[in-house]
């Protein structure tokens, strides 16, 4: 019988990363990372991951803000269609990649699995609110994403990013953001998550 394929599910913090043990006995358990906050953090503690566990496909999940025209409330899950390292936005691309693309036959499957998310290009940034002036206009913003998919990528493995939104990027009192409903809403679709990575890792 073959072996599932391995899957590293990769977030910033302890709270945003669902016990591997959640899933079914019927799926693998995942190999949990814990990468850090922000960009640099997050590049350095994936690469590393990936050289130790040599994945087959890489979930990347955690919290999130929402521009507030964007209308996502609070536990609203985000499946990421591009990545945007906006703090490089205005460097020539030849310098270094500021932008991703997620494969269209992964955002398909991950799509189909969880029809309530919607399907938006995620932001990174190395501050809070560090997208609301980028010419990008993402909806969405978070701090390491776009390091785990280029980590993901120059290694080869598969991978994808997924969000539950917490907040308003405008909102600077952060006692008014949703946390406890961001935490519970990702770590419960994690196990979802994995089992559509593993499917789609069958059927490559």
Known sequence: MPLAPRILVIAATSREL?????LSASTAP????????????????????????????????????????????PGSLVIGSASHYTDLSALPAEWAPSRLTSDPSLLEAFSRDVP?????????SARVGGTLSDATLCDVEAMEGFSVLRAA??????????????N?????????????????????VTPTLVATMQEFLRRA
């Open 30 to 73: 995942f190999i949990g990372v814990l990468c850090g906050v922000g960009p640099v953090e997050a590049a350095i503690a994936s690469t590393r991951a990936i050289q130790e566990h040599r994945p087959d496909g890489i979930v990347h999940v955690g919290i999130a803000g929402a521009r507030r025209a964007a209308a996502l409330a």
């Open 116 to 124: 309530r998310a919607r399907v938006l290009p995620i932001g990174t």
């Open 18 to 22: 669902a016990a591997p043990d959640a």
């Open 168 to 188: 308003d990027i405008e909102e600077d009192d952060r006692a008014r953001w949703h946390f406890a409903t961001a935490f519970d809403a990702i770590t419960t």
């Open 153 to 166: 990528q120059r290694a080869g493995v598969p991978a994808i990013e997924v969000r539950a939104i917490s």
